[in-house]
């Protein structure tokens, strides 16, 4: 074989490669899978949203769903480029930003709202007042709005115990037939530890507070089960936390749907304030008929000693201080 026949040869083989090249990248620009392209999410093609006047508004009951497992499963972190991605502040960032009160105990509800706790689900925008516990419906004059299957024509207030898409559905109130639907004031711990030390520089080593609760969030139309571990430290404590938690033989149940039991065991190490790790066994549309939550928290505290990766390890960081708070969620 001369060279001219081996430099063709060579030359093909490069096109081809290439070719392949250029079709894994189209791959993984167009699929629409939960995966992260430079830096950014993308959203699967099921969630049907759209940023309008600065609210998200989504084309069914199902879309939002789709968006609040989608929103559960990529984690609080990812909040901020979800956001980004669609161009839309939520009512979460915003009080970050303007140093407002956040009222809300899950980020994945403050995420879903705009700055003026509004949201659009088929055609029907909600407004959620926070302080009063009610969620306003109005039906928007859109064309769309008849085929949504909704029987609902003009404004009304629901409180949040009700379930805000079965009134769309039926046109009626269950509240009456509730009792105690909502845990209102939830189970929650702080602990302070106090550790009896003195870090390189001869100070004394302040206590840092470790807050660990579970509750039931609301709003009629987003309802979750959260759990929360978090640290509150001082500027001046050198020491890590290794937080965990296990769940203790939890369940709950929709309303008509079978009772779901669930296992939880999450741990991290925690260094900065607001560190905290966080949980949803349970994030919807539809309101729970009861639930039952028991949760282990356990935390370690150690010096921080930085190892070759940037990690503190058992063996560099001695533990100075460990203790376990149990926490119960009954809703029923």
């Known amino acids: ?21 250029k079709d894994k990248e189209i791959s993984v620009s167009k699929g629409k899978q ?34 609040i497992d989608y929103l559960n499963l990529i984690g609080n ?12 502040t939520s009512f979460r960032t915003y009080c970050k930003e303007k ?6 105990e899950d980020d994945l509800f403050g995420t879903l709202m705009n700055q003026d706790r509004q949201i659009i689900v088929a055609d029907y925008l909600l407004t959620s007042n926070l302080e009063g516990q009610t969620t306003t419906i109005k039906p928007l004059n859109s064309p769309n709005l008849k085929s949504s299957g909704y029987l609902l024509e003009d404004k009304v207030e629901l409180k949040w115990e009700e379930d805000l898409f079965e009134y769309l559905e039926t046109g009626k109130s269950t509240v009456s037939s509730l009792k105690r639907s909502f845990c209102n004031n939830t189970d929650k711990k702080e602990d ?11 100070n004394l080593v302040f206590g840092s507070r470790i807050q660990a609760k579970v509750c039931f969030q609301r709003s009629g139309w987003y309802n979750s089960i959260i759990i929360k571990f978090k640290l509150e430290r001082s500027a001046k404590n050198p020491a890590c936390y290794y937080l965990h938690y296990k769940t203790l033989n939890a369940k709950y149940q929709r309303r008509n749907r079978s009772t779901t039991s669930f296992s939880r065991e ?18 919807g549309t539809r309101r729970l008929a009861w639930a039952d939550v028991p949760v282990q928290f356990d935390f370690i ?32």
């Not at 990812?78 to 991605?85: K, P, R, V």
Request: a negative charge.
């Open 77 to 88: 972190s990812s909040f901020d480029e979800f956001e980004e991605l669609l161009g839309y």
């Open 34 to 67: 939960i995966v992260e392209v430079k830096n950014l999410l993308e959203l699967p093609d099921s969630i049907g949203v759209q940023v309008e006047d600065g609210i998200l508004s989504f084309e069914s009951e199902a879309s939002l769903q789709k968006c």
């Open 266 to 283: 999450k741990s991290r190490y925690a260094y900065d304030q607001g560190d905290e790790i966080s949980n949803r066994p349970y994030s």
């Open 192 to 202: 302070w530890v106090h550790l009896d030390d003195y870090d390189m520089f001869g």
């Open 99 to 104: 140093s407002e009160t956040y009222s809300v």
């Open 1 to 21: 074989m001369n060279l001219k026949n081996c430099l063709c040869i060579a030359l093909f083989a490069m096109a081809i490669l290439s070719s392949c090249n």
């Open 301 to 332: 505290a150690k010096i921080y000693m930085a190892s070759t990766s940037g990690w503190p390890s058992d063996e560099e960081s001695p533990v100075l201080e460990a203790k376990s708070i149990v926490l119960t969620m009954k809703c029923t």
